[in-house]
């Protein structure tokens, strides 16, 4: 079965950087583009990036873009998001998640939790 | 602030219908299928729906999805109370090259 675990969340104070890991099993990582999504206290979803299955492709979401930088290694079947400058507005649950086609998310980690404060 | 609007909250009794809408623009639901997530809560979110008015296995036909022009509608029939969830829609924004969710609603069972 598909599974995502994602791991490094944390306290942080602001302006620092911090690097989140995402382990997948159960289908074939090579062939799936894959998503960050993040989710702040008592708030909505926010998609944060997107890469394509070869890494060849990155997306942002415009309030992390110049300071986030999202890449995998399919030979470890890992994704990472290296998060920069950090800001207080960034703290929330950082999802993995799998995506098709380009419209649906369909598989998502359990979620790991960044805070970010002095 | 995202770019599809759903209202904040839908509440019914057991047993009735609720309906969600999500509307967005030319460059988004205009242009690209529609997903829709269930985020129960205290857990991650789970795929309801998918190109408009899929089904992924395992997912009953309480739930069902329909698209028009730039807006989607989720529907749940015989409400139950495992469906008190906040639930999101989502597609790709080619404008913004970038995925976008709803501003997410509370269904509440009354």
């Known amino acids: 079965q598909v599974q995502l675990v994602e791991s490094g969340g944390g306290v942080v104070q602001p302006g620092r950087s911090l690097r989140l890991s995402c382990a997948a099993s159960?289908?074939?990582?090579?062939?799936?583009?894959m998503h960050w999504v993040r989710q702040a206290p008592g708030k909505g979803l926010e998609w944060v990036t997107l890469?394509?299955?070869?890494?060849?492709?990155?997306y942002y979401a415009d309030s992390v873009k110049g300071r986030f930088t999202i890449s995998r290694d399919n030979s470890k079947k890992t994704l990472y998001l290296q998060m920069d400058s950090l800001r207080a507005e960034d703290t929330g649950v950082y999802y993995c998640a799998r995506g098709v086609g380009g419209t649906l998310i369909d598989y998502w980690g359990q979620g790991t939790l960044v805070t970010v404060s002095s | 602030q995202s770019v599809l609007t759903q209202p904040p909250s839908v509440s019914a009794t057991p047993g009735q219908k609720v309906t969600i809408s999500c509307s967005g623009s030319?460059?988004?639901?205009?242009?690209?299928?529609v997903s829709w997530y269930q985020q129960l809560p205290g857990t991650a979110p789970k795929v309801l729906i998918y190109d408009n008015d899929n089904r992924p296995s395992g997912i009953p036909d309480r739930f069902s999805g329909s698209k028009s022009g730039t807006s989607a509608t989720l529907g749940i029939t015989g409400l139950q109370t495992g469906d008190e969830a906040d639930y999101y829609c989502g597609t790709w924004d080619r404008s913004l090259s970038a995925y976008v969710f709803g501003t997410g609603t509370k269904v509440t069972v009354l």
């Open positions: 159960g289908f074939i990582f090579s062939s799936y583009a």
């Open positions: 030319s460059s988004n639901i205009g242009d690209n299928y």
């Open positions: 890469i394509s299955y070869d890494g060849t492709n990155k």
